[in-house]
């Protein structure tokens, strides 16, 4: 296995094995899957593993944490998309999967690796990534008329496990290219970088604790703790 001692040494060789164009890309590509990841790990850890996390933050500031929840999640949707997106729009190219399909295609890439990664790539577009395509296009580019009004449902068509099913996919995708290239895994979980989702939750269990003690203290007319 590679091992490689900074991001500049890892995007050196990655160029170098696939070239200056391919190489580039996947880089990006990688660096947007890692934080992708870490966007859904923040997501799953303060609104989905713990149901006493979700009373905690509604505790402390409800409406601030809905916002949280609806952007965060909001934005998960659009990464994916982008992520999915045509190898160009226009003239412009887009950085996304299908683009470096069609680099890959161009410099002779493992032909076998080619056709997995092409069977992934039509189940993720055409199984799982629609509801988040109408999402975009109705909700959070535009106020559809009939969505608005609730004659066409979108949000409902979203669940916890689409994210679930497309992150994981796209976490194997590129697994697939780098053991190729490396004969090596990328490890995408981590719910435990500093100042991340969990940091949070000590610090609001903190605070929590901290005012039942004042709400106690000035019941009994004493002064609160700092």
């Known amino acids: 296995m590679t091992k490689f001692t900074s991001n500049t040494d890892w995007e050196r060789e990655i160029i170098h094995v696939l070239g200056e164009h391919s190489g580039k890309i996947y880089y990006q590509l990688i660096n947007k899957i890692i934080g992708l990841n870490l966007e859904w790990n923040t997501y799953k850890v303060l609104f989905i593993d713990n149901e006493e996390n979700v009373d905690l933050m509604n505790k402390v500031s409800s409406y601030i944490f809905f916002v949280f929840q609806k952007n965060l ?8 998309i982008r992520l999915t997106d045509p190898p160009q729009t226009g003239k412009y190219l887009n950085i996304s999967i299908p683009l470096l399909q069609r680099s890959l295609k ?3 890439f493992d032909v076998k690796t080619q056709k997995e990664i092409q069977l992934q790539m039509d189940w993720i577009i055409k199984k799982l990534t629609p509801p988040l395509r109408e999402l975009r296009n109705k909700i959070i580019s535009h106020n559809d008329y009939e969505t608005i009004l609730g004659k066409r449902s979108t949000q409902d068509k979203i669940t916890n496990e689409i994210f679930k099913h497309l992150i994981h996919s796209l976490n194997n995708l590129i697994n697939s290219i780098n053991f190729k290239l490396f004969n090596s895994k990328i490890y995408f ?13 000590a610090k609001l269990q903190l605070w929590d604790r901290a005012n039942s003690i ?13």
Request: hydrophobic residues 30%.
């Open 214 to 226: 004042n709400i106690e203290r000035r019941r009994n007319g004493e002064e609160p703790i700092i």
């Open 189 to 201: 979980d981590n719910d435990n970088i500093p100042g991340g989702a969990n940091q949070l939750i």
């Open 106 to 108: 161009e410099n002779n």
């Open 73 to 80: 999640r909001n934005e998960l949707a659009l990464n994916i």
